[in-house]
């Protein structure tokens, strides 16, 4: 066990990789400040573990989720890529769009992880009742979390989308800030991974 510390205490100490992420700052270097080897492995260990730590941060400071929005209204698309791109920055992507056809293109196998599915209830012709089992039969994406986002559906209505498989239904508010706020509320809610930026 000393002697995998070691190595990889040694081989992880001053590889570009560090520089490349931006943390540079881990690149401390190891030096032998006394003269027994049990000393200079018990500081390759302890710096092995720093460094595997601090590297743990540095990759959850770069991490990033796709959120996949079908809505019907290219208005409402246009204002929730603005309100992510605000809130969250790089670290959370949307694709919104208004074709069905395209919504579950990226759902196809080969597709980049989708992370969290926002879905308008009117789709035009047809609804999100009918899309969700859909989604449930593609392989892999069953346990992805599917939210039914509409200011006008039916107390029935939703209760047969949760039915379908909905993780939740949500009603659309109005208003940009309460619209932000309740954007920042389902991404804490089902990536909290991903908090958002302070406004």
């Excluded at 032998?32 to 590297?55: C, H, K």
């Amino acid at each position: 066990m000393t002697c995998y510390y070691l190595s990889n205490a040694i081989s992880l100490i001053g590889r570009p990789a560090f520089r490349e992420q931006g943390c540079d700052w881990l690149s401390s270097g190891l030096t032998v400040s006394g003269p027994r080897f049990s000393f200079f492995i018990g500081q390759a260990i302890r710096e092995y573990r720093l460094m595997a730590r601090l590297l743990l941060l540095c990759k959850l400071k770069t991490l990033s989720a796709l959120l996949l929005v079908l809505d019907d209204d290219d208005d409402d698309c246009v204002m929730l890529t603005q309100l992510i791109k605000t809130r969250f920055g790089e670290r959370l992507s949307l694709v919104c769009t208004t074709s069905q056809a395209d919504f579950l293109a990226h759902l196809a196998p080969g597709e980049p992880l989708v992370s969290l599915i926002l879905l308008d209830y009117h789709l035009p012709p047809t609804t999100s009742r009918e899309l969700i089992p859909l989604i449930r039969a593609q392989a892999g994406r069953e346990q992805v979390p599917v939210v039914v986002w509409s200011a006008q559906a039916s107390a029935q209505a939703q209760q047969a989308c949760l039915a379908q498989g909905a993780s939740e239904y949500l009603s659309k508010v109005a208003g940009v800030e309460q619209l932000s706020q309740q954007l920042s509320q389902l991404v804490l809610r089902y990536l909290p991974a991903f908090p958002p930026d302070e406004a």
